[in-house]
Structures are given as structure tokens and as C-alpha cells.
């Protein structure tokens, strides 16, 4: 005798995938990127650029994520990197949702090429988010803030060209501590990561300062270190 059949499966319930990006600038101080919803649910409301996966177009959440960036702010941002995922039944009226979060860096200076409905806030002053927002961005600058301490990360939301005063000077806002100049220039060369601009430099007449690249290898990427902050690296 056959064993009976299985009973058929219930139709799977579908959940919706989405990405968003927490978008990321420092101008002065850490700002992140915000679009008003202009659909429902939640229509109106201030949310992290973001949409649904294209699966006949994306080749994975990264890819979905650059491509939602240039969608919707015009921005090509020379750092991204996924930050976690976000998931549950009551995240999203419209049902169970999964969220696929990037973090994005870029310079101030780049700016002006975006799109213009975007509007920065402080990421310490936010206002009322749609979704799980706030909590995304809570964690995205977690991770920014936590990479600074070890890696080239800040490197990302300066310019195209800079003195290392500037670079320092994004470091220490972003760990909120200053920072010795000795020091922090002897982990910045140890990491390898900048080129001088030759004959290029900024300032006074009197002591112009020299400007800096990074390098075309370190680009997209972090470079770590076990000894960018300690003892010796704090100001005193």
C-alpha cells in the first residue's frame, strides 16, 4: 500500500525586499540623507532613500542599492558597503518586509550634483522617520563611527583633494576625540593609503599646505589597522 500523500502546502505568504541607504555626509558635522514619501503607506513622511529589488535587473542587494542611489538622489558615492538587514511582520503595513541597509559616504563638496528634494539633518537631531528608519540610521553611524577608530573609512567623506589637517580634522569629528598630529600622521602613512598632489598646495603664502589624494587602489575599500587609535593618538 502507498503511503498517503502529503497534505499540499498553504501558498507562501510574499514578503516584500526592499533596500535603503543610509546616506552619509559631513558638513559640518555628520548629516544624513532624507526623502518625504510620495506614495503610501506613510505618504509624506521623511525615509532613507530606498525601493524594492529589481530581480530581473539587480545582480545582488548591492547592486540594488547603487542603483537606488542614483535613481533617487543622482549621486555615484565613492564608498557603500551593506550594513545589515532589517526584517519582521510589523515593520511595513503593507505587510512582512525584509530590508537589505547600506551605509554611503560622500563629500560634502559633491553635493551640489545630487538630487534637489534631498534634505540633511544632523544624525543626532532627527526628526519623526517612516519605518524602522531611525533605527537603521542609529546603526549605520554606529558602524561609521566604530570603523574610524581602525580603518580609512573618514578618508571616504573627504574630497577629491585635501591636507591632511582637513583629514584629521574629519577623524576627529567623527570619533569625537582630537587627535595628536604626530601620531595620527605616522598611522595615516603607515596605512599606505595617500599620494601627494605634486606642486599642488593650499593656504597662505608663507606655509601653503601640501593637498593629498587616495590612492586609485584604496578606492571603494577600507584599509585597516590594529594601531590607528591608542594612547599615543589621543591629544592629551
Known amino acids: 500500500m502507498n503511503p498517503p500523500a502529503p497534505p499540499p502546502e498553504a501558498a507562501a505568504t510574499p514578503i516584500l525586499c526592499t533596500v535603503d541607504v543610509v546616506l552619509l555626509t559631513l558638513n559640518p558635522q555628520l548629516q544624513v540623507a532624507l526623502l518625504p514619501r510620495d506614495r503610501a503607506p506613510l505618504a509624506g513622511m521623511l525615509a532613507l532613500p530606498g525601493g524594492f529589488i529589481h530581480a530581473d535587473e539587480d545582480a545582488d542587494p548591492l547592486a540594488a542599492a547603487a542603483r ?6 543622482g549621486l555615484d558615492c565613492p564608498y557603500l558597503e551593506q550594513l545589515a538587514t532589517f526584517g519582521g511582520p510589523g515593520r511595513d503595513p503593507r505587510g512582512w518586509s525584509i530590508s ?9 563638496d559633491l553635493l551640489a550634483r545630487g538630487a534637489a528634494g534631498l534634505r540633511w539633518h544632523p544624525v543626532d537631531a532627527l526628526p519623526a522617520l517612516a519605518f524602522d528608519h531611525a533605527q537603521i540610521v542609529a546603526q549605520a553611524v554606529a558602524r561609521v563611527r566604530s570603523k574610524s577608530q581602525y580603518s580609512s573609512l573618514p578618508v571616504h567623506l573627504c574630497g577629491e583633494r585635501f591636507t591632511l589637517p582637513q583629514l584629521q580634522a574629519v577623524y576627529e569629528a567623527l570619533l569625537g576625540e582630537p587627535l595628536n598630529k604626530v601620531s595620527f600622521r605616522r598611522r595615516i602613512d603607515e596605512m599606505d593609503l595617500l599620494e601627494p598632489l605634486e606642486g599642488e598646495r593650499t593656504g597662505g603664502a608663507h606655509r601653503p599646505a601640501q593637498l593629498w589624494r587616495l590612492k586609485d587602489r584604496r578606492r571603494g575599500a577600507l584599509t585597516l589597522t590594529d ?5 599615543a593618538v589621543l591629544a592629551p
Open 227 to 231: 594601531r590607528l587609535l591608542g594612547p
Open 68 to 73: 537606488m542611489l542614483r535613481a533617487k538622489t
Open 100 to 108: 537589505v541597509a547600506h551605509v554611503a559616504l560622500v563629500p560634502a
